[in-house]
Structures are given as structure tokens and as C-alpha cells.
């Protein structure tokens, strides 16, 4: 499995971006896919994840404004950004997580720089 993510750049405060992230090769419904973020000189945290169902799980710091959805169909995860702040400026990757065994596939990252 091969991730491809996309639809970083720069934004004003206030501003939204959709990033996206195509997956190649086999990718099943139940896999839990995520979206991360790392800032430099910080560890890279979870930002959202959707699984099974569209069961979805958020970040305190990005919960009203920031909506990650599936297609599955399309093997692709989105993440909506809404009402970016400074702090949210980070390179955004996107990872899979199998049921099967638990293998986890990362995307390359795309740099979001939420500046003025």
C-alpha cells in the first residue's frame, strides 16, 4: 500500500484547506485511516481518524473545526480544515491501519503554514 497525500500550502488565519490522501493498492473499509501532524521540533500527534462505519475520532485541539471523511470507494481519506490557526501549521501525514495484522502505511506528508 502506497499513500499519496495532497492539498497542503499556505492559508491566512481563518482560512480552511482539504487535504487528501489516495491510497494504492488494497485498502478495506475496516482499515482505520488517520491524519497526523508534526510541528517542527514536536512530536507527530494524531489529529483525526475515521474507521469502520465513519466512526471518527478528533484531537481536543482541532474538535468544531476539522472534519476527516472517507470514500472508500476511492481508497482516499480527506481532512477539512476550517478556521485554521498559527499553532496548526505542521507537515500533515496521512497513515493507514490495517485490521489484518495491524500494518501501518504512512503518506509522504504535506506542509500546512497557516501565517499571516
Known amino acids: 500500500v502506497q499513500l499519496q497525500a495532497s492539498g497542503g500550502g499556505l492559508v491566512q488565519p481563518g482560512g480552511s484547506l482539504r487535504l487528501s490522501c489516495a491510497a494504492s493498492?488494497?485498502?478495506?473499509?475496516?482499515?482505520?485511516m488517520s491524519w497526523y501532524r508534526q510541528a517542527p521540533g514536536k512530536q507527530r500527534d494524531l489529529v483525526a481518524s475515521?474507521?469502520?462505519?465513519?466512526?471518527?475520532n478528533y484531537a481536543d485541539s482541532v474538535k468544531g473545526r476539522f472534519t476527516i471523511s472517507r470514500d472508500n470507494a476511492k481508497n482516499t481519506v480527506y481532512l477539512q480544515m476550517n478556521r485554521l490557526k498559527p499553532e496548526d501549521t505542521a507537515v500533515y501525514y496521512c497513515?493507514?491501519?490495517?485490521?489484518?495484522?495491524?500494518?501501518?502505511?504512512w503518506g509522504q506528508g504535506t506542509q500546512v503554514t497557516v501565517s499571516s
Open positions: 493498492g488494497t485498502i478495506f473499509d475496516r482499515d482505520v
Open positions: 475515521v474507521g469502520f462505519g465513519g466512526t471518527t
Open positions: 497513515k493507514v491501519r490495517t485490521v489484518y495484522r495491524g500494518y501501518e502505511y
